[in-house]
T-cell receptor
C-alpha cells in the first residue's frame, strides 16, 4: 500500500520568502508528526496532530513556523520569512494511533539561500 | 541539551560479523526506545523497539538490549549483511509508542563484503 508522501522533495528558496511543505499520511492514520533534521543532527520533533484534538506545537522553534491538518488527512507545514538556519530536511510521519509505530515519508530538503 | 546520544558517527564491520550500535540517554523518564534505519533519500524506517520493562528484545538478526541503570541501549545485528549499510537512529519517548520521539544523531554503518 501507499506510504507517507511528501512534496516537494526539494525546495530552494531565498531568505525572507515563505514556503509550504506538504505531507500526505498513510490512509486511515489518525496521528501525524513533523520532524526536521539539520545537517549532522538527529531528528527534532516539531509538531503532532492526533484526530480532532488540538495539535501539540511544543517543538516549533519560532512563531514563523505553523502547521495545519485539513480534514484529518493532508498536512501543510508553513515557514514564513525563511532564514538560513531553517535549511534542513523536513520529515513527516504518521501512525494509526499515538501508541503505534510512526512511519516516515522521504522528507523535503529545504535550502534557504 | 542532547537527551539521546549516539557517540559513534560511523562504524565499519565485515560482512558476516556482528555489528553493535550504541546509544545513551539522560532522561530517566524515557520508558520506550526504538531503532530506526535510514537509507539515503528515504525516510527512516522502524526496525525494533523495547519497553523499559524488558532488557532484551529480539527480531531475527536484530536484538536490542536495554540497561536502565546505565541509561544505555544497544542494537546488535548478526550476521551483518551488505544491505544493512545505512544510518541507524535510536529514539526514545516517555509515553509508550507515542508522540515526541527524541532522536540521537545517528550512526552510519558500513558493511564491507
Amino acid at each position: 500500500g501507499a506510504g507517507v508522501s511528501q512534496s516537494p522533495s526539494n525546495k530552494v528558496t531565498e531568505k525572507g520568502k515563505d514556503v509550504e511543505l506538504r505531507c500526505d499520511p498513510i490512509s486511515g492514520h489518525t496521528a501525524l508528526y513533523w520532524y526536521r533534521q539539520s545537517l549532522g543532527q538527529g531528528l527534532e520533533f516539531l509538531i503532532y496532530f492526533q484526530g480532532n484534538s488540538a495539535p501539540d506545537k511544543s517543538g516549533l522553534p519560532s512563531d514563523r513556523f505553523s502547521a495545519e491538518r485539513t480534514g484529518g488527512s493532508v498536512s501543510t507545514l508553513t515557514i514564513q520569512r525563511t532564514q538560513q538556519e531553517d535549511s534542513a530536511v523536513y520529515l513527516c510521519a504518521s501512525s494509526s494511533g499515538l501508541s503505534d509505530t510512526q512511519y516516515f515519508g522521504p522528507g523535503t530538503r529545504l535550502t534557504v539561500l | 541539551d542532547q537527551q539521546v546520544k549516539q557517540n559513534s558517527p560511523s562504524l565499519s564491520v565485515q560482512e558476516g560479523r556482528i555489528s553493535i550500535l550504541n546509544c545513551d540517554y539522560t532522561n530517566s523518564m524515557f520508558d520506550y526506545f526504538l531503532w530506526y534505519k535510514k537509507y539515503p533519500a528515504e525516510g527512516p524506517t522502524f526496525l525494533i523497539s523495547i519497553s523499559s520493562i524488558k532488557d532484551k528484545n529480539e527480531d531475527g538478526r536484530f536484538t536490542v538490549f536495554l540497561n536502565k541503570s546505565a541509561k544505555h541501549l544497544s542494537l546488535h545485528i548478526v550476521p551483518s549483511q551488505p544491505g544493512d549499510s545505512a544510518v541507524y537512529f535510536c529514539a526514545a519517548s516517555d509515553v509508550q509508542g507515542a508522540q515526541k520521539l527524541v532522536f540521537g544523531q545517528g550512526t552510519r554503518l558500513t558493511i564491507n563484503p
